[in-house]
């Protein structure tokens, strides 16, 4: 596992520890997203270039936290932040566009904590907030549609706390949020919630929902905060539940990615697992196999196109690639060193 993290002896190396996303652009690129900014990895100089705020430069980033980095379809990179919005970055002229959430204006973004960014096949990029809810941006008239949790509508939006967007193979939203998780038909905008029930041992284990994946076999796999992993059978709408007790490294998960062999690699707050579906089985690892720290977070796990995997935390952020994680199946060998009777050393028959 490689680890890279801040040096206050560099003044290239990242610019903070606490990791909260990470992206790799379709030229190779990869971004980092914490609380120290945006920073920009050079592979060949292995240095971090960093983008910060400025209150004398109304184009540079309008926060110093990030939680999501996002690339569209015409290249241009979408940044999450924690309070300052939304931002769309030209990395040709290095200038961030800011867009906010201004309560005087019905089609603004729907709130400035962002912590998910998606584009779906029809175009639209779909921004999950942390208070608001879920915004549809639409480019053409660079307006903001809402979708909010809407207590009297049993088909709205479960929770107003989005921590993640995917879109699965027949182009349906999945959104995870603190309340549940939810299925959204984009063509008739209607949520489907799917909650925890304490009388249904086949429910969602948690409604705090941090993140989803759907594996190559077309599984959907659920993460939540405290209830494990979620394998979600989507024709009878089932949840089978893995936690700690099988094998689990913690039952609060932060990411899911899978790697060439059909692996599931899960990031928690106590290292990551290797989870084998076929035999349900789970291999841990933990900061003493060099991990940033046992400790990862939401939002910060990403899969290159070359099958690299990157996972971050509160310490920086490891990089992958899983054939290479081998496990030592050579047994140590015993050696003795002393023999102590009474305290004191006792010669050792043919030393």
């Keep these: 596992f490689t680890h890279f993290r801040h040096d206050s002896t560099d003044?290239?190396?990242?610019?903070?520890?606490?990791?909260?996303?990470?992206?790799?652009?379709?030229?190779?690129?990869?971004?980092?997203?914490?609380?120290?900014?945006?920073?920009?990895?050079?592979?060949?100089?292995?240095?971090?270039?960093?983008?910060?705020?400025?209150?004398?430069?109304?184009?540079?980033?309008?926060?110093?936290?990030?939680?999501?980095?996002?690339?569209?379809?015409?290249?241009?990179?979408?940044?999450?932040?924690?309070g300052g919005g939304l931002n769309k970055f030209d990395a040709t002229l290095e200038r961030f566009i800011h867009f906010r959430h201004d309560p005087t204006e019905t089609y603004s973004l729907t709130h400035n904590y962002v912590y998910a960014i998606h584009e779906d096949r029809a175009g639209m990029l779909w921004i999950?907030?942390?208070?608001?809810?879920?915004?549809?941006?639409?480019?053409?008239?660079k307006r903001f549609s809402r979708?909010?949790?809407?207590?009297?509508?049993?088909?709205?939006?479960?929770?107003?706390?989005?921590?993640?967007?995917?879109?699965?193979?027949?182009?349906?939203?999945?959104?995870?949020?603190?309340?549940?998780?939810?299925?959204f038909d984009v063509t008739s905008e209607q949520f489907t919630s799917f909650r925890h029930e304490s009388s249904n041992p086949n429910s969602l284990s948690n409604d705090r929902v941090s993140s989803i994946y759907e594996d190559k076999?077309?599984?959907?796999?659920?993460?939540?905060?405290?209830?494990?992993?979620?394998?979600?059978?989507?024709?009878?709408?089932?949840?089978?539940?893995?936690?700690?007790?099988?094998?689990?490294?913690?039952?609060?998960?932060?990411?899911?990615?899978?790697?060439?062999?059909?692996?599931?690699?899960?990031?928690?707050?106590?290292?990551?697992?290797?989870?084998?579906?076929?035999?349900?089985?789970?291999?841990?690892?933990?900061?003493?196999?060099?991990?940033?720290?046992n400790e990862f977070n939401t939002g910060a796990y990403f899969r290159s196109q070359s099958g690299e995997l990157f996972f971050g935390g509160i310490k920086g952020f490891n990089r992958f690639f899983p054939e290479f994680i081998k496990d030592d199946a050579q047994k140590p060998e015993v050696v003795f060193t002393d023999f102590l009777l009474f305290n004191k050393s006792v010669p050792l028959k043919g030393s």
């Design 217 to 293: 076999k077309g599984d959907l796999w659920i993460g939540t905060f405290g209830g494990g992993l979620n394998k979600f059978n989507r024709q009878n709408e089932q949840f089978k539940h893995y936690r700690q007790k099988q094998g689990l490294a913690n039952d609060t998960i932060y990411g899911i990615l899978e790697d060439g062999t059909g692996h599931l690699w899960i990031s928690t707050n106590k290292g990551l697992s290797k989870f084998n579906p076929t035999t349900e089985t789970f291999k841990n690892y933990n900061k003493q196999d060099g991990l940033q720290s």
């Design 147 to 183: 979708f909010r949790h809407n207590d009297s509508d049993p088909n709205s939006l479960s929770s107003n706390e989005v921590l993640s967007i995917y879109e699965d193979r027949t182009g349906t939203l999945w959104i995870a949020t603190y309340g549940g998780l939810n299925k």
């Design 128 to 141: 999950g907030t942390w208070g608001g809810g879920l915004s549809k941006f639409d480019a053409s008239t």
């Design 11 to 82: 003044p290239h190396s990242l610019s903070y520890d606490y990791t909260r996303s990470i992206f790799e652009d379709r030229g190779g690129t990869l971004w980092i997203g914490g609380y120290g900014g945006l920073n920009k990895f050079d592979a060949l100089t292995e240095r971090f270039t960093h983008f910060r705020h400025n209150d004398s430069d109304p184009y540079s980033l309008s926060v110093d936290r990030v939680n999501s980095i996002y690339q569209d379809r015409k290249g241009a990179l979408w940044i999450g932040t924690d």
